[in-house]
């Protein structure tokens, strides 16, 4: 099928008719979801007050992500990924439903906010493998798949800017429930884009015995490789100690910076505004070249971000910090994800990508209930503080290990023509690896 209208050179995924229309579905989807997101930490933080039950509303929601999307990827191999993207949307928009309904009628209770949380969770652990693996049915062009990732994860911190304020202006003039409700709503443009799509693959079938090989051969390989140990590593470790500040801004909206649902919101665009500025330094890259490097820079900006922002008691200067960490946390897991997917074999990427998220998403229920129970004990700027500078911690030995990376790099980029003999990238190879830039969480 040829490509559709003409579109700049920045949007050329949009020529695809199925992709255009899952772009634009997901655009207002994600508005909502982010609205959602805002709304269940004021809500928790509303109901007890407490850092500790903040951590365990984050640890709540993602932690079914960590033991079940790894052995997920395998089965999302063989399976209609169409179906199972739409059917795991639909469960979503009846998860928001209900979270809604429950405020709403004023019969919300702090366990079963934590009940559909872990709901979440487990419907995020299909979707998300499902979702990213998805993509390349979308697009008939293999050439677009770059781009179409890369305007995935602009998309995604567009969103951002827009949901969390929104996000804070809803709950201070009608409350929570009314976020939850307007989330639900948002799902039916995503699922009619679903719907309307025209696609040729069908589902393939395989026994039991042939998905439990399929992940001991994906173990195998990632666990083998040094520089996809390399990469995972860092990715977890910055997801597990880089994660708790999401769950704990509540607590410096209402208390450091005495502000209120709208600060939240705020600091929390913040966040989003650096990371689409990451997106867009990444997606403009001509090359993969030198993005080890950049991988250094991001976890190093991140760490000094979080490490700032604990100290600060000024509005501004935190909004600022908070744009800094969104900005190094954008380019280090990006980064990250660009380099996996540029190195990995195209039979195991599918595997290696559960893997990826179940560091990126499967790390961050840890990192938040150790950030909520350390800064109940603690504080919460402390906490933050900590985390902070474990993350330039865990950058610098990055950076000490950087040598051994190239070192195991170097044979897979000649072999795939990026770095020939003499060194001279091909301009036609460089252009096809634009940055990968990707933001796993949320939904959409």
């Known amino acids: 099928m040829k490509p559709g209208p003409s579109f700049p050179f920045v949007f050329r995924a949009l020529r695809h008719r199925n992709y255009r229309l899952f772009f634009i579905g997901q655009g207002l989807s994600l508005i909502g979801t982010w609205i959602q997101q805002t709304g269940e930490v004021w809500l928790a933080y509303r109901l007890t007050h407490s850092a500790l039950a903040l951590g365990v509303v984050g640890f709540a929601s993602q932690i079914p992500t960590f033991f079940l999307s790894v052995f997920a990827g395998p089965w999302i191999d063989r399976a209609n ?7 795991a949307q639909m469960l979503a928009m009846g998860q ?9 009628s004023h019969h919300i209770t702090y366990h079963l906010l934590i009940l559909l949380a872990l709901i979440s969770g487990a419907i995020d652990a299909l979707e998300i493998p499902s979702r990213q693996s998805f993509v390349i049915d979308m697009v008939d062009d293999p050439a677009d798949l770059g781009n179409s990732i890369a305007l995935n994860s602009s998309l995604v911190n567009a969103a951002r800017l827009v949901g969390p304020a929104a996000a804070g202006l809803l709950i201070a003039v009608v409350g929570e429930g009314w976020c939850f409700f307007i989330n639900g709503v948002s799902y039916l443009a995503v699922i009619l884009s679903l719907l ?15 998905l439990w090989r399929a992940f001991q051969e994906g173990f195998a390989y990632v666990s083998g490789s040094v520089p996809i140990v390399i990469l995972l590593s860092a990715l977890a470790v910055i997801s597990l100690f880089g994660s708790s500040y999401s769950v704990l801004i509540p607590i410096f909206a209402a208390q450091v910076l ?38 250094g820079t991001g976890m190093s ?35 990250i994800n660009t380099m996996l997917q540029t190195i990995v074999e195209p039979d195991k990427r599918g595997r290696v990508m559960a893997f990826f998220t179940m560091a ?12 909520g129970a350390l800064a109940s004990r603690i504080g919460a700027p402390e906490t933050v503080r900590l985390a902070g500078m474990m993350c330039l911690a865990a ?19 000649k072999e795939l023509g990026i770095l020939p003999a003499d060194r001279q990238v091909i301009p036609e190879v460089a252009a096809g690896l634009q940055a990968a830039s990707t933001t796993i969480k949320p939904r959409g």
């Open 196 to 210: 309307s799509m025209r696609l040729k693959t069908a589902s393939r079938q395989s026994s039991q015995a042939d």
């Open 360 to 371: 990126f998403i499967g790390m961050s229920p840890l990192g938040n209930f150790i950030g």
């Open 96 to 104: 928001a439903f209900a979270l809604a309904a429950l405020v709403i």
């Open 395 to 413: 950058a610098l030995v990055y950076i000490r290990n950087l040598p051994t990376l190239r070192a195991h790099i170097r044979p897979i980029y």
């Open 258 to 295: 005495h502000g209120n649902s709208h600060t939240l919101g705020f600091l929390m665009s913040a966040s989003g505004l650096g990371a689409m500025t990451g997106a867009l330094f990444l997606a403009s890259r001509k090359t993969v070249l030198g993005i080890g490097r950049i991988i």
């Open 301 to 335: 900006l991140f760490g000094v971000g979080l490490a700032a922002f604990s100290c600060s008691r000024w509005f501004w200067l935190s909004w600022a910090m908070m744009l800094v960490a969104g900005l190094g946390m954008m380019i280090g897991t990006a980064s």
């Open 81 to 87: 990924k169409h179906r199972l993207v739409t059917i």
